[in-house]
């Protein structure tokens, strides 16, 4: 994003960078989790480094479960061991927590700590629009109201207990309804619309019967070859439509059950990522428990 999501602590601004993820064994023979998001393709490492200092675990948590679950609604990872899955005062599998730093001088690094986290999202947690703001948004000025949508604009709205529980707010809209409206401009990829053209259809099965023939006997440079080209042909024809499939979506929702976040979409981005990150490392724990067997 052009303006990251940053928490300003004793004078300086901790940009956020990603997240961190403490576990309870090495993970230092983990290969890349390759994972393939609206065509987008991510390769998500682990480099290991210094645990933090004076924290808790319970402090992760707590960071975990607002922004992995509550937030983003992440509730098909299996968090728990599987046989203590419904035991809370069992340690989840993993913990990921965001890293919010700051570059120092020669090449160093400083993290937040999670608790200076959780001080500021509970500082930002609040209604977006609170009682007396509300009685009097009708008749504030262009200008005054423009002053207060500009500090949410682009930043991360919540419904507690609604679903889905959040959304980016890109404009709020106060004419025409009691609550102002949230809208949420969205564009749906050409890649999730092409699967019903028909010259993709026929090429996209062309390439299938290539690549499951291959699957079942050693290729050859020729055969490599080729299947090489029937991708480089599914790749030009989402090229050739992709303006023409690209479909824009608008959102509209009432603001009288949201609360601002004080956080934008860089997390929420990173966030749903970590799904797959999760998967694949639990997948590497079991061949290790199974190897060790």
């Known amino acids: 994003l052009k303006e990251p999501t940053v928490i300003t602590y004793d004078g300086h601004d901790y940009v956020f960078e990603g997240f961190s993820v403490l576990y309870h064994v090495s993970l230092a023979n983990v290969n890349d989790c390759i994972v393939v ?3 987008i393709d991510y390769a998500i490492g682990l480099e290991e480094e210094s645990p933090l200092e004076h924290y808790t675990i319970e402090e992760l948590d707590l960071l975990q479960q607002y922004l992995l679950i509550d937030v983003c609604e992440l509730y098909n990872i299996q968090w728990r061991p599987l046989n203590n899955n419904n035991d809370i005062s069992t340690c989840t599998c993993y913990h990921f927590f965001p890293r919010f730093a700051r570059i120092l001088p ?3 690094k400083e993290l937040l700590h999670p608790a200076e986290q959780i001080q500021y999202f509970l500082k930002h947690i609040k209604p977006l629009m609170p009682n007396d703001l509300y009685s009097r948004c009708k008749s504030m000025s262009v200008d005054a109201w423009d002053k207060y949508v500009s ?3 682009g930043s991360i709205v919540w419904f507690p207990k609604h679903h889905p529980a959040a959304i980016r707010l890109d404009q709020l809209d106060r004419e025409n309804s009691s ?7 969205g564009i749906r990829p050409a890649v999730l619309s092409i699967q019903y053209n028909q010259e993709y259809r026929q090429a996209y099965k062309s390439y299938l019967k290539v690549f499951f023939l291959l699957k079942n006997r050693t290729p050859i440079e020729e055969d490599k070859a080729n ?5 480089q042909r599914l790749k030009q024809i989402v090229a050739k439509h992709a303006e023409q ?4 979506i608008v959102v509209e929702i009432s603001s009288e059950y949201a609360y601002r976040t004080g956080f ?5 981005q990173h966030s749903l990522l970590l799904s797959s990150l999760h998967d694949h490392l639990r997948f590497h724990q079991s061949l290790t428990e199974l190897e060790n067997q």
């Open 37 to 39: 998001y609206h065509n």
């Open 106 to 108: 020669d090449n160093g």
């Open 151 to 153: 500090k949410v604009q």
């Open 179 to 185: 609550y102002p409206v949230i809208v949420h401009f």
């Open 227 to 231: 299947l090489r080209d029937k991708e």
């Open 245 to 248: 499939l690209k479909r824009e």
């Open 264 to 268: 934008k979409s860089d997390i929420i």
